[in-house]
């Protein structure tokens, strides 16, 4: 049987304030993993943006353009992880969104974590959201990270409804939670109350389920569930969501689930979106 493959995080930056959350999350993720970290910084000013359909895509800089900014993204990472954290620098020029997923696949990156600005209304409307255009165009999780955010993980939230796509975002909150030895809930969220639903979900969630599980239910569907799910991860002090995240391609871009999205905007911790689990070594969940 073939050994695990090491976890790679790639971590997409701008140098802002949203980015050194992400850094900060991501490095917390990285040593409790043994990970290998890729920094990411995307020069969008060479993409040819009015000749998408023929533009060659991604590309990496060559030469001396790409040391500078390579160096100029290492000077303000040891500023925040310290001159010992060990991690690539990737420099390439693309539009962003498409260089990230790029860059994920042809790395087989198992997460990607970046900032995000929470930025909603008529802002979003104008300016669009980078992380969710990320995650129409991989299957990578994702885990984005506004900038008040911390980098514990000492309590996950993961909203569950039965579906495949709750099954996975179970699994991949049940490894993350054992390597942290964090307090995990589990969160039902329907239109209606379900008989015995403690009992159901654990036997849903099969042996993956932490010893640390705590079981509640919230009856609400559309734009409320998502509000709600957000409202309850603050309620109990959780440090991350993690939330399944269904797929559906239309030609080259995938449709996510509202709710998915809407909690990404909403809430005010880092929150994981999960369309295929990456999957920790039994030495990793050996060791924690």
């Not at 909603?120 to 299957?139: I, K, Q």
Request: hydrophobic fraction near 45%; include cysteine.
């Amino acid at each position: 049987m073939n050994a695990p493959q090491p976890i790679h995080v790639l971590v997409p930056v701008d140098l802002g304030p949203s980015s050194e959350a992400a850094l900060r999350c991501a490095q917390t993720l990285g040593n409790a993993f043994g990970a290998r970290l890729t920094l990411m910084y995307v020069d969008d000013a060479l993409t040819l943006q009015d000749y998408d359909d023929i533009y060659a895509g991604y590309r990496e800089i060559p030469d001396e353009q790409s040391w500078m900014l390579a160096d100029q993204v290492s000077q303000w990472a040891r500023r925040i992880v310290g001159r010992d954290a060990k991690y690539d620098v990737l420099v390439a020029a693309d539009d962003p969104a498409r260089a990230i997923a790029t860059a994920a696949a042809r790395r087989d990156a198992s997460l990607i974590v970046m900032g995000t600005h929470r930025r909603s209304g008529w802002d979003r409307l104008m300016g669009g959201s980078l992380a969710e255009a990320v995650l129409h165009r991989t299957d990578r999780p994702v885990m984005t990270v506004p900038k008040e955010a911390g980098n514990a993980m000492a309590g996950i939230v993961c909203p569950v409804d039965f579906s495949d796509g709750a099954r996975r975002a179970t699994r991949t909150a049940c490894s993350v939670g054992t390597i942290f030895n964090a307090n995990l809930h589990l969160l039902h969220v329907g239109e209606k109350p379900v008989p015995q639903l403690a009992q159901r979900l654990r036997e849903w969630a099969g042996a993956a389920l932490t010893r640390h599980c705590n079981v509640h239910e919230i009856v609400a569907r559309g734009h409320a569930a998502a509000e709600r799910i957000a409202e309850y991860a603050s309620s109990v002090t959780a440090d991350a969501i993690v939330v399944g995240a269904e797929q559906r391609t239309h030609g080259e871009r995938a449709a996510l689930g509202t709710t998915t999205e809407r909690i990404m905007r909403s809430a005010p911790v880092a929150v994981m979106s999960v369309v295929r689990p990456f999957t920790l070594s039994a030495s990793m969940v050996g060791a924690a």
